[in-house]
Structure formats: structure tokens, C-alpha cells
């Protein structure tokens, strides 16, 4: 391996570790937001059990989240599996996509806490959709020359960028719908239109292709 070859790939080793790192820590951060609820000596069980319930919300919204940054994170380790050849463009655009997933444990707490209210819902809708934009703009630039590496298959960058794109629709979806929908919590549940997506985004690339 040349001089070359072995500083690229040890400045890709660490951008890699670095963004493990944040991965780590966001996806941690969401649990501190959990806090068990107080009880009384002697305080009736019912009144225990109404105590935990009334924490679903918090748990919903670090369950959300915590799938969320992992799908990010799994999307970030195959994107990365493919780089061969460092760029300097990565540093930036790596620094813009770990700033929206560090900053998930705010947008997960304050929507948990009012799960009913609209603008908490909305806010969090529209975080992923940042970070999907951003996530989008950061594998624009591993899986494409310089960066990626020669021997990797054009199908395998079209899937890869297929579930980006489709985690971008899926978000801006349910940002819509908890806009205008009466009850804005309902319009996470279209988050899982993600896959739904993926599907259409492929069949839509066969159909071009053959045309």
C-alpha cells in the first residue's frame, strides 16, 4: 500500500470512528430523557401503575428515535463500507449530518413531553428531514468518484441511495401530514411509509431503465 493509500484510509478510519462515536452518544442520550416517576410509601397501586403509564409517551418517542438513529447509523456504516479514497468535502458534510443527530435527543424530548401539540410533532418531523437531506448531501459525495471505491457495483449504489431518497419522502410526508392532519401525532405513523418508498423508488429505476 502506498503513502498515499495508507493516509487516505487512515483519515477515513477516523472520520468513521469519530461518527461512531456521536452515534454512540446521541443514541445513549436518549434514555437519560426517561425519568422514572416518583412514588409514595404506601401510595395505592393504581396510582403506581397510572404514574408509569403516563410515561408511554416518552417511551414511544425514545423507541422512534432510537430505531431512527440506528437506521441512520447502518445507512452511514454501508455508505462508508464503500470508500476507498478520501476527499476533504467529507469532513463538512459529515460535520452537517452528525449536528442533526446530536441534536435528536433534544427534538425526541420535547416532542415526547407534548405528544398532542402540533408544533413539538412538526419540529421533530422536519428534524428528520433535515437529517435525511443532509444524510442524502453526505452520500452524494461517498458514493461517487473520488471516494468510492472502483469495484463497487452500480446496483449496490442505486440501492443505497434509493433507501436515502426514500428516507427523505418518508419524512417529508409525515411533516405534512402532521401539519394538516386534526390529530399531528398520527402523522409519525407515516414514518414507516420509509419502506413503501423504497419499493416505488425501485420500481420507478427498472421502468427508466428498460425505457
Not at 397501586?45 to 418517542?61: I, K, N, S
Not at 398532542?116 to 435525511?132: D, E, G, H, I, T
Not at 457495483?153 to 409525515?174: D, E, M, N, S
Not at 416505488?200 to 425505457?211: M, S
Amino acid at each position: 500500500m502506498s503513502a498515499l493509500d495508507h493516509g487516505s484510509a487512515h483519515r477515513l478510519e477516523r472520520l468513521v470512528f469519530f461518527s461512531d462515536a456521536v452515534f454512540a452518544i446521541a443514541i445513549t442520550l436518549l434514555v437519560i430523557e426517561l425519568h422514572p416517576p416518583h412514588l409514595h410509601y404506601g401510595q395505592p397501586f393504581a396510582e403506581q401503575a397510572q404514574a408509569l403509564l403516563q410515561l408511554v409517551p416518552e417511551f414511544w418517542g425514545f423507541a422512534v428515535s432510537f430505531w431512527v438513529i440506528g437506521a441512520f447509523w447502518a445507512g452511514h456504516h454501508r455508505a462508508f463500507a464503500l470508500a476507498a479514497r478520501w476527499d476533504e468535502r467529507l469532513i463538512v458534510s459529515n460535520l452537517w449530518f452528525l449536528l442533526a443527530i446530536a441534536s435528536t435527543p433534544f427534538f425526541t424530548a420535547f416532542m415526547s413531553a407534548n405528544t398532542f401539540a402540533r408544533l413539538p410533532v412538526m419540529l421533530y418531523c422536519a428534524w428528520l428531514l433535515a437529517a435525511a437531506l443532509l444524510n442524502l448531501n453526505l452520500q452524494r459525495h461517498v458514493l461517487r468518484a473520488p471516494v468510492v471505491a472502483e469495484d463497487a457495483h452500480p446496483a449496490l449504489l442505486a440501492t443505497y441511495r434509493r433507501r436515502g431518497r426514500a428516507v427523505v419522502l418518508g419524512a417529508a410526508i409525515a411533516l405534512v401530514a402532521s401539519a394538516l392532519m386534526p390529530y399531528p401525532a398520527f402523522g409519525l405513523a407515516l414514518l414507516l411509509s420509509m419502506p413503501l418508498w423504497r419499493i416505488l423508488l425501485a420500481r420507478g429505476g427498472r421502468g427508466a431503465t428498460a425505457a
